[in-house]
């Protein structure tokens, strides 16, 4: 291994040295989340402390992780702000609904997600991904292209070969810049919501929004209606996630799902099921475009193992890649924060956690903490290859977060990021585009901010 790929940092926002009092926050909140982090944060397990904002909690032991998460997730559940934020879009589908409703929706959709059923899904995404290798094929060769744009119309439409597998009914580029537009604008922490104000006052992102979401509304009747047409006619609907969610009858209660559930949980599966897998991929090209000998055996890789067996066993066959992937998903993971509202009072490493603090699991921070990992800001994909990967404590690398409410995408996402990596450096060497300063900003998801502009050039 050369020294470059052993000391690349790639960029972040540097901890700071003392905490931002409550003006501070809110901006640094509303600019970009990922610089509240002080340097506390990345090396102490647990924090808790009363703030302007109230009782709240930053826990990174990954014992303390384990309990939130796993052991006591009875305990807490998911805090106001984050709901404020994605409720408006996503009403209460499966990422932002609790209790009983929670479990009944997450009882029906889990069927769509086993290893089989996922495995079964490889072959529509490779073939989803060939026609976007073969678009990035006719553009000029060296021509610059913002990647984090192609990688989210590829993810979107890839889930319309797969999880809406009758297609969106709208171009898929149009899904992606509304669902972009709306992380921009209501995605941004609002200082009225930090507050706890009441939602009668209006929030200037929200309104912004509005457009978006009217948007959405219009394309899910769309979609509904023609598959409703499609399962009232003869003809064999597709087991896809579209008929699952119409045809729902919870096992307990007989009942099926409310045609407001209905619409949150596609409007859910759209936006979380590509905008995450996009924002991995573009930083995953990121990270080996200033990796030389990483990228060399990524390419090494693809060349020797794509077609040389079933698709279902690729990410087998690519343990490299998986290895990058999986850096990447530690360094940048999509989803860099999640919070939870204690609903009692708990312990957590020895400190009092009192009921209502807001507690704060940062994959971000957990992913970086002195005390967790060698070297935490390096690329090392090595961490992540044989025996190594072992010696990694699952509540210290949570990506896909843990417990009943892990991510139900988890097998999807990981196999439709192989196939795609696979094909795309097979056919393709990414550089970044001269003078583009990388920032990562956080808007509900990771994302890198004005895009990923990179030159493409073909192998
Ligand atoms: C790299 C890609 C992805 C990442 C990093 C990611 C991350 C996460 C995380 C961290 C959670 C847990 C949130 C919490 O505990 O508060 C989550 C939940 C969820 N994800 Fe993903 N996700 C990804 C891809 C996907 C895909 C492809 C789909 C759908 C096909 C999806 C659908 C969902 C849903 C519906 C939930 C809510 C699950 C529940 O609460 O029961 N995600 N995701």
Same mark, same amino acid.
């Given at each position: 291994m050369t020294t470059v790929s052993l000391s690349f940092r790639p960029p972040a926002p540097k901890p700071r040295e003392t905490p931002l009092g409550p003006l501070g926050l809110i901006a640094a909140l509303r600019r970009n989340p990922l610089e509240i982090w002080t340097q506390a944060h990345y090396e102490e397990p647990v924090l808790v402390g009363r703030t302007f904002f109230g009782d709240r909690a930053v826990v990174s032991d990954p014992a303390g992780v384990r309990r939130i998460l796993l052991d006591n997730a009875a305990n807490y559940r998911k805090d106001d702000l984050q709901?404020?934020?994605?409720?408006?879009?996503?009403?209460?589908?499966?990422?932002?609904?609790?209790?009983?409703?929670?479990?009944?929706?997450?009882?029906?959709?889990?069927? !769509?997600?086993?290893?089989?059923?996922?495995?079964?899904?490889?072959?529509?995404?490779?073939?989803?991904? #060939?026609?976007?290798?073969?678009?990035?094929? #006719?553009? #000029?060769?060296?021509?610059?292209?913002?990647?984090?744009?192609?990688?989210?119309?590829?993810?979107l439409e890839i889930l319309e070969h797969t999880l809406f597998s009758t297609g969106l009914g709208r171009d898929a580029s149009d899904f992606q810049q509304q669902v972009s537009r709306y992380f921009e604008t209501v995605g941004r922490i609002d200082p009225f919501d930090l507050l706890g104000l009441p939602d009668f006052l209006p929030r200037l992102g929200r309104l912004r929004g509005q457009a978006t979401?009217?948007?959405?509304?219009?394309?899910?009747?769309?979609?509904?209606?023609?598959?409703?047409?499609?399962?009232?006619?003869?003809?064999?609907?597709?087991?896809?996630?579209?008929?699952?969610? !119409?045809?729902?009858?919870?096992?307990?209660?007989?009942? $099926?799902?409310?045609?407001?559930?209905?619409?949150?949980?596609?409007? +859910?599966?759209? =936006?979380? =099921?590509?905008?995450?897998?996009?924002?991995?991929?573009?930083? +995953?090209?990121?990270?080996?475009s200033q990796s030389p000998s990483w990228r060399a055996r990524v390419e090494a890789e693809a060349d020797a193992e794509l077609g040389a067996g079933a698709i279902d066993t690729l990410a087998d066959r690519m343990p490299v890649t998986k290895a990058v992937l999986e850096e990447s998903l530690r360094l940048y993971p999509p989803a860099a924060m999640l919070s939870r509202a204690a609903i009692d009072d708990d312990e957590i490493a020895g400190k009092k956690i009192p009921a209502g603090a807001v507690?704060?699991?940062?994959?971000?921070?957990?992913?970086?903490?002195?005390? !967790?990992?060698?070297?935490?800001?390096?690329?090392?994909?090595?961490?992540?290859?044989?025996?190594?990967?072992?010696?990694?404590?699952?509540?210290?690398?949570?990506?896909?977060?843990? =417990?009943?409410?892990?991510?139900? $995408?988890?097998?999807?996402?990981?196999?439709?990021?192989?196939?795609?990596?696979?094909?795309?450096?097979?056919?393709? #060497?990414?550089?970044?585009?001269?003078?583009?300063?990388?920032?990562?900003?956080?808007?509900?998801?990771?994302?890198?901010?004005?895009?990923?502009?990179?030159?493409?050039?073909?192998?």
């Amino acid at each position: 291994m050369t020294t470059v790929s052993l000391s690349f940092r790639p960029p972040a926002p540097k901890p700071r040295e003392t905490p931002l009092g409550p003006l501070g926050l809110i901006a640094a909140l509303r600019r970009n989340p990922l610089e509240i982090w002080t340097q506390a944060h990345y090396e102490e397990p647990v924090l808790v402390g009363r703030t302007f904002f109230g009782d709240r909690a930053v826990v990174s032991d990954p014992a303390g992780v384990r309990r939130i998460l796993l052991d006591n997730a009875a305990n807490y559940r998911k805090d106001d702000l984050q709901l404020r934020i994605l409720r408006p879009a996503l009403g209460t589908g499966l990422l932002t609904s609790e209790g009983d409703a929670w479990r009944a929706q997450r009882r029906l959709l889990a069927p !769509l997600f086993t290893p089989r059923q996922v495995a079964a899904f490889s072959d529509a995404m490779a073939a989803a991904t #060939r026609a976007g290798v073969d678009r990035l094929a #006719r553009l #000029r060769p060296a021509w610059i292209v913002d990647m984090s744009h192609e990688m989210a119309r590829l993810t979107l439409e890839i889930l319309e070969h797969t999880l809406f597998s009758t297609g969106l009914g709208r171009d898929a580029s149009d899904f992606q810049q509304q669902v972009s537009r709306y992380f921009e604008t209501v995605g941004r922490i609002d200082p009225f919501d930090l507050l706890g104000l009441p939602d009668f006052l209006p929030r200037l992102g929200r309104l912004r929004g509005q457009a978006t979401l009217d948007w959405f509304a219009g394309a899910v009747d769309d979609i509904v209606a023609a598959r409703r047409r499609l399962i009232a006619s003869d003809a064999a609907a597709p087991r896809d996630v579209l008929t699952l969610l !119409l045809e729902a009858q919870d096992p307990e209660t007989g009942r $099926g799902m409310s045609e407001e559930d209905l619409r949150a949980n596609i409007v +859910t599966f759209i =936006g979380a =099921g590509h905008e995450t897998t996009a924002n991995a991929l573009t930083w +995953t090209l990121y990270l080996l475009s200033q990796s030389p000998s990483w990228r060399a055996r990524v390419e090494a890789e693809a060349d020797a193992e794509l077609g040389a067996g079933a698709i279902d066993t690729l990410a087998d066959r690519m343990p490299v890649t998986k290895a990058v992937l999986e850096e990447s998903l530690r360094l940048y993971p999509p989803a860099a924060m999640l919070s939870r509202a204690a609903i009692d009072d708990d312990e957590i490493a020895g400190k009092k956690i009192p009921a209502g603090a807001v507690v704060t699991v940062s994959p971000f921070v957990v992913h970086r903490h002195r005390r !967790l990992w060698n070297e935490p800001d390096v690329f090392d994909p090595e961490r992540f290859l044989g025996p190594a990967r072992d010696s990694i404590d699952r509540f210290a690398y949570i990506p896909f977060g843990a =417990g009943p409410r892990v991510c139900i $995408g988890m097998g999807f996402a990981l196999q439709e990021a192989i196939i795609v990596l696979a094909h795309l450096a097979k056919s393709f #060497r990414f550089d970044l585009a001269p003078n583009h300063a990388v920032r990562a900003v956080q808007r509900i998801t990771l994302r890198p901010h004005g895009g990923m502009p990179m030159i493409v050039t073909p192998r």
